[in-house]
């Protein structure tokens, strides 16, 4: 399957939510990412705001505590902190297979941010954007811990 097949497929699966379902779901994200020992002890976590079809990660994430810092997306990822090397990043995806390929929404941004750094990279997916295998291209970034919610 083609990336532009699988964002169609798990887009449907989105719209398909509502509101209280997406807040349910990203509830049961947040316990499993603070799971994550580099998660738990950071101090300062770099995250997305959530458009209205992805999980609110960081929003959840504040509720437990944690201190997020939100990056801004204008044809480039920026946020108002420079994130230092082993930084945690909580990375926006459409779509996740186990080995930490990603799909985004085809622009390419997260990746051209991620590529000449080393941050600590996470990012949860329910179980309909979860694949055993992704397509990718050269210019694609892993994540480093590619999680899923049942």
């Not at 738990?40 to 959530?50: G, L, N, Q, T």
């Not at 994430?61 to 044809?75: D, F, N, P, T």
């Not at 080995?99 to 051209?112: E, I, M, N, P, S």
Request: glycine letters at 6%; charged letters at 35%; one cysteine or more.
């Amino acid at each position: 399957m083609q990336k532009q097949q699988i964002r169609k497929q798990v887009q449907k699966k989105w719209n398909a939510l509502s509101r209280k379902e997406i807040e349910e779901l990203s509830q049961k994200a947040i316990k499993r990412i603070l799971k994550d020992e580099k998660v738990r002890d950071a101090e300062m976590i770099f995250s997305y705001k959530a458009l209205k079809d992805e999980l609110l990660l960081g929003e959840f994430l504040e509720i437990a505590g944690k201190r997020v810092v939100y990056c801004k997306q204008s044809g480039e990822v920026k946020f108002p902190i420079e994130p230092k090397d082993s930084a945690v990043i909580i990375v926006p995806a459409r779509a996740l297979a186990k080995d930490g390929a990603r799909l985004g929404r085809g622009g390419g941004h997260f990746d051209k941010f991620l590529a000449s750094r080393n941050f600590y990279t996470i990012s949860i997916m329910p179980s309909f954007a979860f694949f055993d295998k992704l397509p990718e291209e050269q210019t694609d970034v892993r994540i480093m811990r590619a999680l899923r919610i049942k």
